[in-house]
């Protein structure tokens, strides 16, 4: 495998020009906001640039959906109760917090895991000290997937078949169409099947890793 090359991670394909809001950002600001960039999500920023939260549609929805229910009980004292979204008019009544975040050098997968455990579809792209820095989506991690064929090929053929499999140069093919890789051809010992498909998963880009082999005793 070309030395030089490593596995992309999220600063690779995150969105570096993003737009924020701050908790005081008022309810219809954030709807014009989110209209005019075509967003689902905005990242709540406090002290400058740290993110504190975030609000999405489905925050904002909440008073929508409660619009005929009857008013809610009056508190004695309003700091004292939790937030009602359904109420809510600013950004920081809105939003849930703390934001689920990641970092530029976490790997796609794991910015996959946290999407799917939190049931989101964009995450704030943060340095260590909780700072802003772009925000990452489910479309730009399925970024990976536009690699060409032949260029994963390439990269399968240069990882298993340099790395693992030096003496098979002659008797196994690689080929890749539409992602899915195919490895053909003789292969004596079948105990290398698991390590080859393994490391053909591991490129970027590769949806499935299929076998059509022989074997010497054949």
Known sequence: MNPGRRPATVGD???????????????KEIVRTMEQWKVSALPVVGGGTRVVGVVSEADLLRKEEHREDVAPPVVAD???AAPDKAAAVTAEQLMTAPAVTVHEDAPLAQAARAMA??????LPVVDAQGVLRGVVSRGDLLKVF?????????????????????????????DVAEGVVTVSGLLADRSLVPSVARMARSVEGVVDVRFDLTSSRV
């Open 117 to 122: 455990l939190h049931r989101v579809k964009r």
């Open 146 to 174: 536009l690699r060409s064929d032949e260029d994963i090929a390439r990269e399968v053929r240069e990882l298993v078949m340099a790395e693992l499999l030096r003496e098979a140069w002659r008797s196994l093919d690689i």
């Open 13 to 27: 394909v995150m969105t570096r020009k993003v737009v924020a809001v701050t908790p005081g950002t008022s309810f």
């Open 78 to 80: 309003p700091a004292a």
